[in-house]
């Protein structure tokens, strides 16, 4: 019968080999989970989109200046005045989808 594990001890294996760097076959042993059980692991996990690696920061010309924003091949551009919080629930939208 499979011994059952908890969420965190899953999580802790996937820290382990993601965040340290910790090999797989390490980390299960110091565990105490099978290296198969361990790959399943981490095939299983959700996938997670990469952070961007950096933002371009230009300097706005005079005011009344549009902002643009890109997200993969998708642009935006909002002028002054423009709601935060839908800009930010269309960037999340736009990275889930790429």
Excluded: C, H, N
């Amino acid at each position: 019968m499979r011994k059952p594990y908890s969420e965190r001890e899953r999580a802790e294996l996937i820290r382990a080999v993601e965040d340290r760097g910790e090999p797989v076959a390490g980390a299960a042993a110091r565990l105490g989970v099978q290296v198969s059980t361990a790959y399943r692991w981490l095939r299983a996990r959700p996938a997670q989109s990469p952070a961007p690696a950096f933002a371009l920061v230009v300097a706005a010309p005079a005011a009344g200046a549009r902002l643009r924003v890109q997200v993969g091949a998708a642009a935006i551009e909002v002028e002054p005045g423009f709601d935060v919080d839908l800009l930010r629930a269309v960037v999340a939208a736009l990275e889930a989808t790429a």
